[in-house]
Nanobody, 125 residues
Framework: VQLQASGGGLVQAGGSLKLSCAAS????????MGWFRQAPGKEREFAAG????????MYVDSVKGRFTISRDNAKKTVYLQMISLKPEDTAVYYC???????????????????WGQGTQVTVSS
């Protein structure tokens, strides 16, 4: 699996963005997927994850109710819809694939074997 993230940009606080992560390879539909983010000077953290079938999702508390992760296995794409954005959401966002797991997404970055290149999200106050 190879991953290509897109959709980042500059938005004002309260605004919305939708990130996309396009995958290549035949194993996408059997992999749990995650979105992580890394702010300047901070460690990369889990933001949201989704099971292979799309029926299970997980979110870090700080984004619950504002971010929605989804996937379209026919298009081999996972999405992150972000609304009510805050300046503290500013970070580089990475999508990642857990090639060895299909169930409830895991929150540790060490569980994900394949990473996209990252897309910058900047939220101005």
């Amino acid at each position: 699996v190879q991953l290509q993230a897109s959709g980042g940009g500059l938005v004002q606080a309260g605004g919305s963005l939708k990130l996309s992560c396009a995958a290549s390879g035949r194993t996408f539909s059997s992999c749990a997927m995650g979105w992580f983010r890394q702010a300047p000077g901070k460690e990369r953290e889990f933001a949201a994850g989704i099971s292979a079938s799309g029926d299970r999702t997980m979110y870090v508390d700080s984004v619950k109710g504002r971010f929605t992760i989804s996937r379209d296995n026919a298009k081999k794409t996972v999405y992150l819809q972000m609304i009510s954005l805050k300046p503290e959401d500013t970070a580089v966002y990475y999508c990642a694939a857990d090639l060895l797991w299909f169930g409830v997404p895991k929150v540790s970055r060490n569980e994900y074997e394949v990473w996209g290149q990252g897309t910058q999200v900047t939220v101005s106050s």
